[in-house]
């Protein structure tokens, strides 16, 4: 239906599109100021509420442009036929409107991805829900763009001359292109259900403390193909979602943070082990490092050269546990050498007797035979 201020400019092509011209300044103006109220009364409504607050922040300038553009689609519709290029315009404002919406659900779902991260933080002691909320927000989110994009793409072409047409050809060729496709498409598929199920499952989450392929490092980050360890060391380590899903790997933080640490020592059969407990507890205690869980002095093997002790303490996390674990094997080995010196690891040389020919050595010469005459 044509708006009625058209009417009376049928038969001046040029007059139609200035006066589309002028109703398209005055539509957007109008839309502009309705955004711009609405925008305000909404801050009013949603203020001290995360989720609204930040899909107001997020969504602020697509939801302008999308307004500007349905603006432009009103005055489009209402115009007269006889405007130029205005099939060619129609098509254009369409398109990037469809893009403008599909650009403001991106911001809406990245809204909510903020606020759930904002009211989930990691850097906190037990912060183990934070980091299974946050894989699962993550990895959903992206999920979740790119089924958004798909289907924004998908209305875009649907506006375009042909896309039908293109379309039907696609289907007649299914047979062989879908083979193809499938086959050249099978990584990304497999990471993006591999995706899913770790959102899920989440044999891993952000923050976890993992050895893969015998690194020791944490879940920096998950994306919706691959996962980014950082190692203890600074590197980062890239690994496909669906590695994990295929291959067993350990994660050190799966149920808790919280981990044992061992120190090794081997000492001589000599050194009083009672002493050498009640110094490693009287050590352990006063670490700031250890959680006040486990603290256990045990000999676990013995050979011909001395026996093994194993001390076994516990602390909130793996990184804790490292440090705990290198001061009380500096400060055992200080107190043995100071105390028990005699009692550090030795090597035990056993002579034989010697023997009647070779009071020396204990060996036996070895008789050369005399040389022939010349």
């Known amino acids: 239906m044509e708006i009625e201020y058209f009417t009376d400019l049928q038969q001046g092509p040029w007059r139609a599109a200035a006066a589309v011209a002028i109703s398209a300044v005055i539509f957007v103006a109008i839309a502009l100021v309705l955004h711009r109220a609405g925008i305000e009364l909404l801050k009013r409504i949603a203020r001290h509420r995360p989720y ?5 922040k997020y969504a602020f300038r697509p939801s302008q442009v999308a307004a500007v553009l349905f603006a432009l689609r009103l005055v489009l519709t209402g115009a007269p036929e006889t405007t130029p290029f205005l099939t060619s315009f ?25 606020t759930i991260s904002d009211l989930n933080p990691v850097d906190v002691l037990d912060n183990m829900r934070a980091r ?15 089924i958004i994009v798909l289907l924004g793409l998908g209305f875009m072409l649907l506006t375009l ?21 499938g086959i050249a498409a099978k990584p ?26 015998g690194e020791w490092g944490r879940v920096e980050r998950i994306t919706g193909t691959y996962v980014v360890v950082r190692i203890w060391d600074e590197r980062r380590m890239i690994v496909p979602l669906q590695w994990f899903i295929e291959n067993p790997f350990e994660n050190w933080t799966h149920t808790s943070s919280s981990i044992l640490g061992t120190v090794f020592l081997w000492l001589d059969f000599s050194v009083p082990v009672q002493k050498v407990r009640t110094e490693f507890e009287r050590i352990t205690h006063a670490s700031t490092r250890w959680d006040q869980r486990v603290c256990v002095l045990h000999v676990t093997d ?30 055992m080995i200080a107190f043995v050498a100071a105390n028990y010196p005699d009692s550090l690891p030795r090597l035990r040389p056993v002579l034989d007797s010697p023997g009647p020919q070779d009071d020396t050595l204990g060996m036996r010469p070895v008789k050369v035979a005399d040389s022939p005459p010349p």
């Open 52 to 56: 609204t607050t930040n899909a107001i």
């Open 90 to 114: 129609s098509r254009v404002v369409s398109v990037l409107l469809i893009i403008c919406l599909t650009w403001l659900a991106i911001a809406c779902v990245n809204s909510i991805n903020k």
């Open 132 to 146: 299974r909320v946050l894989t699962q927000t993550s990895v959903l989110t992206r999920s979740a763009n790119a």
């Open 161 to 181: 001359p042909g896309a039908r047409q293109f379309g039907a050809s696609l289907l007649a060729s299914a047979g062989v292109a879908g083979l193809v496709a």
């Open 188 to 213: 990304v598929l497999g990471n993006f259900i591999a995706g899913l199920q770790i959102a899920f499952s989440q044999p891993i989450r952000i923050d976890d403390v993992l050895i893969v392929k």
């Open 302 to 331: 013995a050979n011909e050269k001395g026996m093994q002790l194993r001390l076994l303490v516990s602390a909130v996390d793996s990184g804790t546990a490292f440090d705990l674990r290198c001061e009380i094997r500096e400060a």
